[in-house]
């Protein structure tokens, strides 16, 4: 069964780059057909989704957030990354890593969800 893990700092300063891992344990990364996400919750509202990386290594991000975020991984370490430049208090939140798998035709399925990491922008 796969798991999966996030870490990064609690706390981080407006202007600052928030750099989140997301490590994958029972499974790798590049199993054809699965994709995964970072998704995020602001305190008192509904889940916002950040975008993925696919198991080919392709990535799709939110246009809302194109401009400042990223999203890599490291196959060796079958870990995800996220990265955040010039975050504001507006970006406070839990954020998750998802694995969900493509169908196609637009039908996909989240099966795994981390934990989720709590980060605050605050000076």
């Known amino acids: 069964q796969v798991q999966l893990q996030e870490s990064g700092p609690g706390l981080v300063k407006p202007s600052q780059t928030l750099s989140l891992t997301c490590t994958v344990s029972g499974g790798s990364i590049t199993t054809s057909g699965y994709y995964w996400a970072w998704i995020r919750q602001p305190p008192g509202k509904g889940l916002e989704w950040i975008g993925y990386?696919?198991?080919?290594?392709?990535?799709n991000v939110s246009p809302s957030l194109e401009s400042r975020s990223s999203i890599s991984r490291d196959t060796a370490k079958n870990h995800i990354t996220l990265q955040l430049s010039s975050v504001t208090p507006e970006d406070t939140a839990v954020y998750y890593c998802?694995?969900?798998?493509?169908?196609?035709?637009?039908?996909?399925?989240?099966?795994?969800w981390g934990q989720g990491t709590q980060v605050t922008v605050s000076s």
């Open positions: 990386i696919g198991y080919s290594g392709n990535t």
């Open positions: 998802a694995r969900f798998y493509d169908y196609g035709a637009g039908s996909h399925d989240y099966d795994s």
